[in-house]
């Protein structure tokens, strides 16, 4: 990979989400809307417009770019916040907290980036729970960082690569707008299948 | 959802907010939002607006055009797939390739299966027929296919197959005043052809529809290559579903009598025979109905419609293709 092409912090979420849904969305650039990725959209279009404001000691700046050379990261932040000199990043998510601990590591790859950025170690996030309106403290521990510069590896190998990760049953898939393009359960099927004379 | 057809002659097609807007002169003939739409088919004479256009793309809703006869003409697709990795592996696959050789056979099998099960069928339900040529003769291209090693051979037994299922079609007809004798097109003329013609083009748009979506690159086909500048790999597809889709259709609309003789004109000269505008409406809402009628999958286990079904086989080849998955199996109706 050349030195100007960026991971979007976005695709290590989807990639700890499902190796194949970020390649489809990463790699074969595939997407498909459905009522869970409208209703995180249309929440993000309200988070998404650049501003700044102060709440009581609170610095808050929203929709900045977030880059690190570091760890070749690029992407866009919903909320940073500067309190008693401390930066933390938020991230905004759709419904209750999942039972994946995907949005931890993009709060995580987040903190990365404005480390660098402020020039500050990061040592806590949020995530934000629009369903709730909950905010979740996230630490950023040694462990979520060695996990998130893992998950940063992967990315980069799947992006310079292009190979497909297997499309493989789990949970997850029933909530996934994927689900009817990669069809998970179809290898078993047809392994299953008899044809008719 | 479905597909909508405009048959009105000078017809404006026309768009008002997020609604697809026909007017013939000047009144409104058909207001559907443009959420519930997955295809639009032009036949015939009629005008479209550039907003319109643009919103189809943005809405990914392919765009027909066919003469009113139905006779392709052209098609806009919204942007190709960036999905590479798929038309690559479509690409590798070309020629005399074990996999191309394969699904070759899978399409073939599919419709050849399929036509013995029709004939099966009609056999069962009228005792005085006498198809069992016909089925032995299927019977044995399907047979011969496992050990066909090239795709000239497996183009040789889908003909052979296909003319053993015609020269009993006209034994399928249960009413007096139509008749089949062989299979003629470009054009066609006699009414059951002139019917399996229109039936085809409009399966070819829907299949070719659901191989764009899916990522293909609709020229490259396995089967079909005969031809520079045809959907080849649409026709792939189309074959296991001509018996089930559009033969069923046009046997429906004949032996119940929902179209008869008049619905028909004949051309002079040429004896090109083709519908009436009322005879088209009724063989389009047939064909509309049956590709929304629900069956169960037989790979998939669930419910589906015809409609789905091509989405299905286009992303089951994609699968194969791409080494997802050992084999590709033909949608075979039981």
């Known amino acids: 990979m050349n030195n100007t092409e960026y991971i979007p912090i976005a695709a290590l979420n989807q990639y700890a989400y499902c190796p194949h849904r970020c390649w489809r969305m990463f790699c074969a650039e595939e997407f498909i809307d459905n009522q869970y990725t409208i209703e995180g959209t249309s929440l993000h279009e309200r988070v998404h417009t650049l501003g700044d404001s102060n709440r009581e000691d609170t610095w808050q700046i929203r929709a900045i770019y977030l880059k690190s050379e570091k760890y070749q990261l690029i992407g866009k932040s919903d909320l940073i916040e500067l309190e008693n000199s401390e930066w933390y990043p938020i991230e905004y998510k759709q419904g209750l907290k999942g039972e994946w601990d995907n949005d931890e590591l993009q709060v995580c790859a987040q903190a990365l980036c404005l480390e660098e950025m402020t020039g500050k170690s990061v040592t806590t996030g949020y995530i934000y729970y629009a369903h709730s309106h909950q905010r979740q403290l996230v630490e950023i521990s040694e462990e979520l960082r060695q996990s998130a510069i893992a998950t940063i590896k992967s990315v980069q190998n799947l992006l310079e690569t292009g190979i497909m990760p297997t499309a493989t049953y789990s949970k997850r898939c029933q909530g996934c707008s994927f689900y009817n393009q990669c069809l998970p359960q179809v290898a078993e099927k047809v392994r299953r299948y008899q044809e008719d004379i | ?334």
């Open chain 2, 1 to 334: 959802m479905g597909t909508v057809y405009i048959t009105q002659e000078d017809a404006f097609i026309g768009k008002v907010d997020e609604r697809l807007n026909v007017k013939y002169e000047k009144k409104t003939i058909l207001d559907v939002p443009l959420i519930k739409i997955d295809g639009l088919v032009v036949m015939g004479r009629a005008s479209i607006s550039p907003a319109t256009i643009a919103e189809l793309v943005n809405y990914k809703i392919p765009l027909t055009f066919l003469t009113n006869k139905g006779k392709y003409i052209a098609r806009l697709e919204p942007e190709m797939s960036k999905n590479i990795f798929l038309r690559s592996a479509q690409w590798k696959a070309m020629g005399e390739s074990t996999q191309a050789i394969h699904v070759s056979k899978g399409f073939v099998r599919g419709k050849l299966k399929n036509y013995r099960q029709s004939l099966l069928q009609a056999q069962r339900r009228y005792t005085e027929l006498n198809l069992s040529a016909g089925i032995t003769q299927l019977e044995s291209a399907i047979a011969n296919l496992a050990q066909a090693t090239s795709i000239d051979s497996i183009r040789g037994l889908e003909g052979a197959g296909s003319a053993a299922y015609f020269s009993c079609f006209n034994q399928l007809i249960r009413v007096e005043n139509f008749q089949f004798h062989t299979r003629n097109r470009r054009p066609p003329t006699d009414p059951v052809n002139s019917l399996l013609s229109l039936g085809y083009a409009l399966l070819r748009h829907d299949v070719q529809g659901a191989i764009n979506i899916v990522g293909f690159d609709p020229y490259l086909g396995y089967l079909h290559t005969e031809r520079y500048g045809r959907p080849s790999l649409a026709l792939d597809l189309m074959e296991e579903f001509r018996p089930v889709i559009v033969d069923a259709v046009v046997l429906a609309a004949i032996n119940r009598r929902i179209l008869v003789p008049t619905d028909f004109i004949t051309e002079p000269v040429s004896n090109a025979v083709s519908l009436t505008k009322e005879g088209l409406h009724k063989f389009l809402r047939l064909y509309q109905e049956k590709k929304q009628t629900k069956f169960k999958h037989p790979v998939m286990q669930k419910q589906y419609t015809y409609q789905e079904s091509f989405e299905i086989q286009a992303r089951l080849l994609a699968k194969y293709l791409m080494g997802e998955i050992e084999k590709y199996p033909p949608l075979v109706m039981k």
